[in-house]
């Protein structure tokens, strides 16, 4: 196992364990803290600031079993391959590879991509990326009307666990893996999205907001919860 400290000293213990784990000092912890990054598969440990190394190394020995047992519950990592099914905005497609084509293409519940066979994955990543930016920007507009607000700026980005954000400028950002989620599941992220817009919070007033906009939000809000993690087995 190695630790990485903030200070970028690394500490090699027991590599029989199989995994590495990271070390975060935090100025404002009281006390260690566990948890798994389902983005980068990694356990990462808080600790106080002032919390030893052999302490912080005993506290992953100590939970060796739990850090094993979620870490192999996690998705095992995908690549967009020829044949690939994927849901995009709701719909099921295809991933067909045409080397003779040139981009991509979605016709005939096909995803088309052309180019070298090697380049498929990244490329499947790109199309999904625009399409997301494309697809999320005229709904969240759109959505945003319905309340009498406007969107300043959709941003697409690769997160690490945050599915959307929206800051006090009214500039959106989204994940673009929830381009893959189940329709219902992306209505529910833009209304709430865009419901902060309007509340810069998480009230009364605000889940208000997002009911209106969406009645199933509910069942939206715990598909996240329960299987947006899966969404991060694509690379």
Known sequence: MKITLLSGKTFNYSEALGFEIKVVKSNTARRLNLRIDERYRLPVLTIPRFCSSRKALA???????????????????????DGTEISVAGQLF?????????????QDGRLTIGG???????????????????????RSINT???IGCTVRRVTIKETKSRWGSCSTK????????IILAP????????????????????????WQCVGKLCPNWKEGRQWLKIKGKDLYRWL
Not at 94 to 106: E, Y
Request: aromatic share 12%.
């Open 116 to 138: 070298d066979l090697e380049f498929l994955h990244r490329r499947v990543c790109d199309f999904l990326k625009k399409y997301a930016g494309e697809h999320l920007y005229q």
């Open 170 to 177: 009214n500039n959106i950002n989204y994940n673009w893996r």
């Open 183 to 206: 329709e219902y599941v992306i209505d529910y992220l833009v209304c709430h999205e865009v419901s902060h817009l309007k509340h810069p919070d998480h009230s009364a007033a605000f």
């Open 59 to 81: 506290f992953a020995e100590q939970h060796r079993d739990w850090i094993q047992n979620m870490l192999a519950r996690l998705p095992q990592s995908q690549t967009f391959a």
């Open 94 to 106: 295809i991933v067909a590879h045409n080397p003779a084509q040139r981009g991509a293409k979605i």
């Open 144 to 146: 945003a009307a319905k």
